[in-house]
């Protein structure tokens, strides 16, 4: 099924026996858990556009089904983006994708995630009802926020139609700058950085170097990259070497078996020493992780609460989520409560649920 | 019955001086600073650790007796109001920093613990805590948890929901948990996003980590002054248009200047009819570059004032934070609105709602958080002159003008029991069911602070509000169905 309209994806969902699987551009399908392959597919791409976008608000609404690459190219007519660089952005990752998952990119240390930039929602749940949470500001403590409720929710509470998303300016100029270290070093680089109060917007260990990137004003990210080098050794990078660096931190993603985990920052030397390669955005404490096999995703899960599969072989069996965490008892009831007769994402969370 | 084997529960559990039961003490947790509404809790306990308030919790459950976490009662929608045969939890006793890691930047504090004391301790490391409520001397973490509370600066840097990694919280039925984690990746549903900002209805907090940022290298602050509010307005719109993201932007009108001035020395253009307070900080080459941006974005300002120093500042900004007190000055009462709309569509917000006031022959000072389109209007009348009605009428008129505006009912006060009746101006039926289906998961029993956010039949009289479209739904711009 493929729905245009609301009305068309609230029929489906109500009118459909039986378990239902939420597809976007399927960037994410070997997110999770492996879904029933009993479920019915609810395809979400037939549901794109903006549907309310006013440049001098800095907020955009736009159906979830939108590939976040096509809604970045019309933001930046105006000047304006959306503060999200998940990976799979370039593959054709829709903005529903992206919520249902929590993915994000680099820019997580500045700006945060779906979580931080997504102000208002529209779901169908599974009995059909349509609700609206949040709004079209982004100061808004009306309601509880399920715009919040529904990250990471992998299509098991309801399907997002619609997304409303605030939104920041492009900057002028960016400038990055790396500095060679090792997982352990990292820690220092990154206090450092911090400690000279410069701003960057990503901070980030990958194959072996720290990257700090700044954003702003032409002249202000060239002396802010050379002030770093007063502190650490590194070189500033030319817009090639910038380019490139970058896309080896989007390529993790890219290994046979990912994982991302969220661990005290000063862990990060633990997470490296158990990857075939990691990028962390250290300074958070965010980072996707490339293993050799199960033993070192176990290796993880035992140390680690927050672990996520993002990506394993075809045909592989390695469980998508360890043992349960302290709130998993409350995603069930949540779980109960907007889909009682558990038929969306069947599979997702299994075998929490 | 349930309410004396519950207070004898209560006293053998926490200790005779775990529990207020005197109606003279009782009497001093019957309202927040709402302070309109007034209800005398049953009985108030004083727990002193997480498993105090386990304890609490659970025989409250066991009794079935509602009950109501409270932090410093400077809630301004009724959020910590009590019902009169129920408990109110207060968490004064809980204001321990447990432990500053600023190698993490990160600290974990008890929630009675007020949000200045969290920047006072991370000092020592060049760290702060972000998010600044006006009430921040006072406020506890655990109401800012609760309120999803913001503040000036809250512009550039967030609410409280962006600067908490994960709480700790008795829910409902008494059992402890995490929401959360060590970092802002969760393995599932953001449970932790669902609860700030879910009014203390979901369970109690009893531990907050809360993120430290590195204090800013640079701040430039600058006060102009504007012929109208609606040309203040527009140069909101043009400095956020020109693609810059200042600190904070404050909005003062020609009243509420009166107030301050007369409050604090603060040294404002008693003439001049709206003042916006522009800050900017950040590393200091880009904190210039940006600065001349706004100075010359400011070119409909009639003057322009740069803060010389830090103490230039500090008096702005004294001005600033004094304003809701200060206004006491001018009126015998007053009540604090907080609403939301567009941005650009603050000049026509500001004169709806002086034409609103003029309509109904009373005076509304603002004063508010103009870079978020955040209005604090301040309804002035007195009671002993009989206007308590018309001026409570105003002001619910006024959050509701907000959402016609396609804006919200709250900003940062929370709906508490204040706007309970006004949810259904802003959400369906349908919306507002689905939102009680997590409360449900949280507190099946619902007696986790009823009475809050959502319209009941014994609030809002049998037929609460119709719900209309919003306005962005009559338009064809949004669709519901
Ligand atoms: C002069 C003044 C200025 C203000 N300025 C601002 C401002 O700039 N920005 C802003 O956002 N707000 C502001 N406020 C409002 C208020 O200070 C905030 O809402 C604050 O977060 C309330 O904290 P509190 O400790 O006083 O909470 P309380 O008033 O005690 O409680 C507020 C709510 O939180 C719940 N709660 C409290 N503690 C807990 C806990 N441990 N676990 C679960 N729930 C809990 C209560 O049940 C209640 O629903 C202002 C208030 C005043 C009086």
């Keep these: 099924m493929r729905p245009a309209t609301l009305a068309e994806l609230r029929d489906a969902v109500r009118d459909t026996d039986g378990p239902l699987l939420v597809c976007g551009a399927g960037t994410a399908a070997g997110w999770a858990g492996t879904p029933s392959p009993d479920a019915a597919r609810i395809e979400t791409t037939g549901l794109a556009g903006i549907t309310t976008y006013n440049p001098d608000d800095m907020t955009v609404a736009v159906r979830a089904g939108t590939p976040l690459a096509w809604l970045q190219a019309e933001l930046a007519s105006h000047g304006q983006r959306i503060a999200l660089d998940a990976a799979r952005v370039p593959a054709g990752g829709t903005v529903g994708g992206l919520v249902a998952t929590a993915d994000s990119g680099p820019l997580r240390h500045s700006h945060g995630g779906p979580r931080d930039l997504v102000i208002g929602v529209t779901v169908v749940l599974a009995d059909g009802t349509v609700a609206r949470s949040g709004g079209h500001v982004i100061k808004n403590v009306a309601g509880y926020d399920l715009g919040k409720l529904f990250c990471g929710s992998f299509g098991t509470l309801g399907v997002l139609a619609e997304v409303v998303l605030r939104v920041h300016p492009l900057p002028p100029a960016t400038r990055t700058v790396a500095l060679p270290c090792d997982a352990v070093e990292a820690l220092d680089a990154v206090g450092r950085v911090l400690a000279a109060r410069l701003e960057p917007v990503a901070l980030e260990w990958c194959d072996g170097s720290l990257l700090a990137r700044y954003e702003g004003g032409p002249s202000s990210v060239e002396r802010r990259a050379s002030a770093t080098l007063l502190h650490s050794a590194g070189t500033v990078l030319d817009p090639t070497e910038e380019a490139e660096a970058w896309r080896r931190v989007s390529e993790v993603s890219d290994e046979p078996t990912v994982v991302r985990c969220g661990t005290r920052p000063d862990q990060f030397p633990y997470v490296a020493k158990h990857a075939t390669r990691v990028t962390s955005s250290v300074a958070v404490g965010v980072h996707t992780v490339a293993v050799a096999g199960a033993a070192e995703v176990e290796r993880l899960r035992a140390e680690f609460e927050h672990v996520t599969l993002c990506r394993r072989p075809p045909g592989s069996d390695l469980p998508a989520w360890g043992r349960p965490h302290a709130s998993v008892p409350l995603m069930r009831a949540v779980k109960q409560q907007f889909d009682p007769a558990g038929r969306l994402g069947v599979g997702r969370f299994a075998p929490w649920f | ?481």
């Excluded at chain 2, 005779?16 to 001093?28: E, F, N, S, W």
């Excluded at chain 2, 004169?351 to 508010?368: C, K, Q, S, T, Y």
Aim: charge should be negative; include cysteine.
């Design chain 2, 1 to 481: 019955m349930a309410l004396t084997d519950l207070r004898d529960k209560l006293v053998a559990d926490l200790g005779r001086d775990g529990v207020i039961d005197d109606p003279a003490h009782l009497r001093t947790y019957e309202c927040d600073a709402l302070t309109g509404y007034r209800v005398v809790p049953a009985l108030v306990v004083l727990p002193r650790d997480a498993d105090d308030v386990a304890t609490a919790v659970r025989a409250c459950a066991e009794h079935g007796v509602p009950f109501v976490a409270r932090g410093a009662g400077t809630g301004l929608s009724g959020g910590a109001l009590p019902t009169a045969d129920g408990v109110v939890i207060s968490l004064q006793r809980l204001r321990r920093i447990i432990e500053v890691d600023p190698a993490n930047r990160r600290a974990v504090v008890q929630p009675g613990v007020t949000n200045l004391d969290i920047s006072k301790a991370a000092a020592a490391y060049g760290l702060y805590y972000a998010p600044d409520p006006s009430s921040q001397q006072v406020c506890t973490i655990g109401g800012n948890v609760a309120e999803n509370s913001g503040g000036a600066h809250c512009l550039k840097y967030g609410f409280t929901a962006n600067h908490v990694l994960a709480v700790d919280v008795v829910l409902p039925d008494g059992t402890q948990t995490r929401l959360g984690g060590d970092a802002p990746h969760q393995a599932g549903f953001d449970l932790l996003g669902a609860f700030v900002g879910s009014e203390g209805t979901l369970g109690v907090v009893t531990a907050v980590v809360v993120r430290l940022l590195h204090t800013p290298a640079t701040v430039r602050t600058l006060a102009a002054d504007f012929d109208s509010t609606e040309t203040a307005g527009a140069a909101v719109t043009a400095v956020i248009a020109a693609g810059i993201v200042p600190a904070a932007i404050e909005m003062m009108d020609n009243l509420a200047i009166e107030a301050v001035n007369e409050a604090v020395d603060a040294g404002f253009d008693p003439d001049t009819a709206a003042v916006l307070i522009i800050e900017l900080d950040g590393p200091a080459d880009e904190v210039e570059e940006r600065f001349a941006e706004v100075t010359a974005v400011c070119t409909a300002a009639t003057r322009v004032t740069i803060a010389r120093d830090a103490e230039q500042r500090a008096r702005f900004w004294r001005g600033r934070k004094a304003a809701f007190a200060a206004v006491g000055r001018l009126s015998p009462n007053y009540f604090v609105q907080d609403g939301v709309v567009p941005r650009t569509r603050l000049g026509e917000a500001l004169a709806r709602i002086a034409a609103m006031a003029d309509e109904a022959g009373l005076r509304v000072a603002n004063v508010f958080h103009a870079g978020d389109g955040n209005l604090h209007p301040l309804v002035l009348y007195s009671e002993a002159a009989g206007e308590h009605e018309r001026a409570e009428a105003l002001s619910s008129g006024i959050a509701e003008l907000c959402v016609e505006l396609g804006g919200s009912l709250s900003g940062e006060h929370g709906i508490g029991t204040d706007k309970a009746c006004s949810m259904p101006r802003m959400f369906s039926t349908d919306d507002l069911e689905t939102m009680q289906r997590l409360r449900a998961a949280f507190d099946p029993a619902g007696l986790c602070n009823p009475g809050k956010i959502f319209p009941t039949p014994r609030l809002c009289g049998e037929r609460p509000g119709p719900y209309r479209p919003h306005p962005l739904e009559s338009a064809g711009v949004i669709e519901r169905l």
